[in-house]
């Protein structure tokens, strides 16, 4: 399925990122998207933020959210997603939900905090129409970092040294694609653990050989 990485602390429950599939995978896992307090938003390509308009209407339509829900992500996200929401649903995006629905930018090279969130943005190399960054997020003492789609720079390298779990796009195998992170990269990244994640079809079929964990939907991990 697409990116959807859920994490749940002590305090709350959020995802980074929500691609058109994640309601469905949510729901796949027995997992109430009623629990979730905050979706953290990488870049607007819909592989990573498509999933949110079927959130929102869920929430309304089905499972009748009550608690709030902040969305955080680049600049144009509400924008972004509210012409989402009515090309996918026309007639829907005057729709006032019953619940508090938050907006919050994730602006790069600043650290914005709500909840017992500590999130930081920098920007990534990936197409710029969509806004993109890579997210690093701390709460009770462990931060996670997400390189979500982009090249490799020196200053994601810094971004993400040393964390307790780094979950690094590896796109392809043996053919560098530009404006991703590719296998040839991940060696140039330095954290406690390393998942890879968002594997083309070549990267897929060599997963078990990898000495490296490479994500399937449903990975859990405990840091
Ligand atoms: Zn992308
Ligand atoms: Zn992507």
């Given at each position: 399925m697409q990116t959807c990485i859920l994490v749940s602390t002590a305090a709350m429950r959020f995802t980074i990122d929500f691609g058109a599939t994640s309601l469905v995978g949510l729901r796949q896992r027995n997992i109430?998207?009623?629990?979730?307090d905050a979706v953290l938003l990488t870049h607007l390509h819909g592989d990573h933020c498509a999933g949110i308009p079927f959130l929102l209407l869920d929430a309304v339509l089905g499972s009748r959210r009550e608690r709030p829900l902040t969305i955080a992500g680049p600049r144009s996200t509400q924008r972004h997603l509210n012409d989402l929401q009515e090309s996918l649903f026309p007639g829907s995006s005057g729709m006032k939900p019953a619940f508090a629905l938050n907006f919050r930018e994730l602006v790069h090279d600043a650290c914005t905090t709500f909840d017992s969130l500590e999130v930081r943005a920098i920007a990534a190399r990936h197409t710029p129409q969509a806004e993109p960054s890579a997210l690093k997020v701390t709460s009770a003492g462990k931060t996670i970092a997400y390189t979500g789609d982009g090249e490799y720079t020196d200053a994601l390298s810094e971004f993400v040294?040393?964390?307790?779990l780094l979950i690094a796009e590896s796109y392809s195998y043996d053919k560098p694609i530009p404006g991703h992170l590719n296998y040839?990269?991940?060696?140039?990244l330095q954290a406690k653990r390393i998942v890879l994640t968002h594997m083309n079809a070549g990267m897929l079929a060599r997963a078990d050989t990898l000495a490296q964990v490479c994500a399937y939907d449903g990975l859990e991990i405990e840091i």
């Open positions: 109430d998207p009623n629990s979730i040294h040393g964390v307790d040839e990269d991940i060696d140039r």
